[in-house]
């Protein structure tokens, strides 16, 4: 109910309506049906509570107004204003370009024969979005990448942020695109009409100049020259000169004072065109790279023109050589210049002293000895650093990856687990040191020295291991090349000194005198003497219990 009171003259709020309890269908009914295609009002029903849909009912005139009223729409009359149909630009514009012929200057640098080459380009301007695009024509064998130089874009103008429009573009204009002037020459008839039916107007066509290079390529201005032709048979000459090669050994000479250096080639001349080749000869280890060649095979001018040749040119042709390299100009025991560098021929094979000897018998074709000089360098060790162990940083001067140093295998295998204990007093003249015991370990597999304080209680000395297992050399000995102690040198009571600590040898193991006795040709007879007389006496008076074993606990 869209009313703000209901049907009781109450207002339309909570508490205030009555259900209608005699009502039993809620939905909304349908008043229209269809009959025979049309759609009419649909008659009620008793008994179900349909009601009819009224309508307002015309008539006799209301028809005939309705049927012949004429809409205003469908026949325009002379009194209304007629409006032309709304056509977008870019479906009035559409396919409509505006095409220039132009052209740019491209300047070359480092030439002595141009200055610059003219390149033709055309300007297309698209009228629908008013973009741009410059493309060049591709010319045959130009040897330049040409085609699409621009693509489809709004050029700028200016800084200002302003693109080019078709109301700049006029013929004999430049059209200056990221750093590039385009010289606008002439149009086609579509866009000179349609300049002109704007208000512009355009001016006289211009020509493109000639390129200069196209211009010497095609030598319309030089003067016609004949040359006579030669009377010498090229396919005789070729039928018995070919593989027909002159072979030299000779030696390359480095002009470099500073680096001056020689190394073996082989020069060979072609004799079916006189072209000549040179190659390295690769010794083993020589510090070279194995280059297969050292020139190519080409014909090498001898005298040229300078008056007319070039000097910033590379590539010779015939035109600027007067005389080129021939056999007569190879000559054993003289140095040839061949492209700037030097060789000194020394010898050659038999076929080219048999063809000397035919053709050139006033050269004398005997061959040259240079005394070898073979300098034996003496690889010189660099000094020890005190880096790592001696045998360690020695690896690195002998690789280039290190490698382990090698070890005495066999003395390894059967001297392992085998150690010689003695024990030792430190020689200090501080009062400190007075007392303190060391047990010496002395490992035959490997000559290494590992020294352990014993532990004295209320001593304040910490005990423990006083020296890791290393070797230790001799004072006195050199760096580079250094003495280490020996079994030879442990005798009881001699001083030992070890990294600017000094002990002295006070007793030994049993098992000592054991192992010096079985090499007694090798140990001093003194060391000898000093472990009988220590050992003997021990073992006179306290009989100590003989170890069995290699490493027997020291006294």
């Known amino acids: 109910m869209s009313s703000a009171w209901n049907n009781h ?114 300007i297309y301007y698209y009228l629908e979005d008013d973009s741009m695009c410059i493309m060049e024509p591709a010319v045959e064998n130009s040897g330049i990448l040409q085609g699409k130089r621009l693509k489809r874009q709004r050029f700028p103008k200016n800084e200002r942020g302003e693109h080019y429009q078709w109301k700049d573009l006029n013929i004999g204009m430049d059209l200056e695109v990221y750093g590039f002037k385009y010289h606008i020459t002439q149009c086609d008839p579509f866009t000179k009409d349609f300049m002109e039916s704007e208000g512009i107007v355009l001016n006289e066509p211009e020509p493109i100049p000639e390129d200069p290079y196209s211009r010497r390529r095609k030598k319309p201005n030089l003067q016609l020259s004949h040359t006579t032709p030669s009377t010498f048979d090229k396919l005789h000459y070729f039928l018995n000169m070919d593989r027909k090669v002159l072979r030299f050994y000779a030696l390359y000479v480095t002009s470099d004072d500073v680096y001056k250096d020689t190394w073996p080639v082989i020069i060979y001349y072609y004799l079916v065109d006189d072209t000549v080749k040179i190659r390295e000869v690769h010794e083993r280890n020589n510090g070279r790279d194995p280059f297969p060649l050292f020139m190519h095979r080409r014909r090498i001018p001898k005298k040229l023109k300078p008056e007319i040749f070039p000097s910033c040119v590379m590539e010779v042709s015939k035109e600027y050589v007067d005389e080129y390299y021939s056999p007569k100009d190879f000559e054993l025991g003289q140095t040839v210049k061949l492209q700037n560098h030097q060789f000194l021929l020394l010898n050659c094979d038999g076929f080219t002293r048999e063809y000397y000897k035919e053709n050139y018998p006033d050269m004398v074709m005997e061959a040259v000895e240079i005394p070898k000089t073979e300098e034996v360098k003496k690889k010189e060790i660099p000094p020890y650093n005190g880096f790592g162990s001696l045998e360690n940083s020695l690896q690195n001067c002998l690789y280039v990856t290190p490698r382990p140093p090698k070890v005495k295998f066999l003395k390894n295998l059967e001297n392992d687990h085998k150690v010689l204990r003695y024990t030792a007093q430190l020689d200090s003249s501080s009062p400190s040191d007075e007392g303190r015991c060391f047990i010496l370990s002395y490992y035959l597999s490997d000559d290494m020295i590992s020294i352990y304080e014993k532990q004295t209680r209320n001593s304040g000395i910490i005990g423990g291991k006083f020296l890791e297992k290393t070797r230790v050399p001799k004072p006195g000995s050199s760096v580079d090349n250094p003495e280490f102690y020996s079994p030879a040198d442990l005798a009881i009571g001699a001083t030992i000194e070890i990294f600017s600590h000094r002990f002295v040898l006070t007793n030994a193991d049993l098992y000592v005198l054991k192992y010096m006795e079985s090499i007694s040709n090798q140990i001093p007879s003194q060391t000898l003497e000093s472990l009988r007389q220590k050992l003997g006496v021990e073992m006179a008076t306290d009989k100590p219990v003989e170890q069995n074993g290699e490493t027997g606990s020291a006294s």
């Not at 009914?29 to 008793?46: A, D, E, F, K």
């Not at 032309?84 to 070359?108: C, M, N, Q, S, T």
């Open 9 to 122: 003259g109450l207002p339309f709020l909570p508490g205030y309506t009555f259900r209608d309890v005699t009502k039993s269908a809620f939905h909304r009914p349908q008043t229209l049906s269809y009959n025979n295609g049309y759609i009419l009002p649909q008659r009620p029903t008793v008994g179900i509570g349909k009601e009819p849909l009224l309508s307002e009912q015309l008539n006799q005139q209301d028809f005939n107004e309705l049927s012949f009223e004429t809409p205003d729409i469908a026949y325009a009359t002379d009194d209304q204003p007629q409006y032309e149909e709304f056509v977008p630009a870019h479906v009035a514009l559409h396919k409509k370009i505006l095409r220039f012929d132009g052209y740019f200057l491209e300047e070359i640098a480092y030439s002595p024969e141009e200055e610059h080459r003219v390149r033709p380009v055309v």
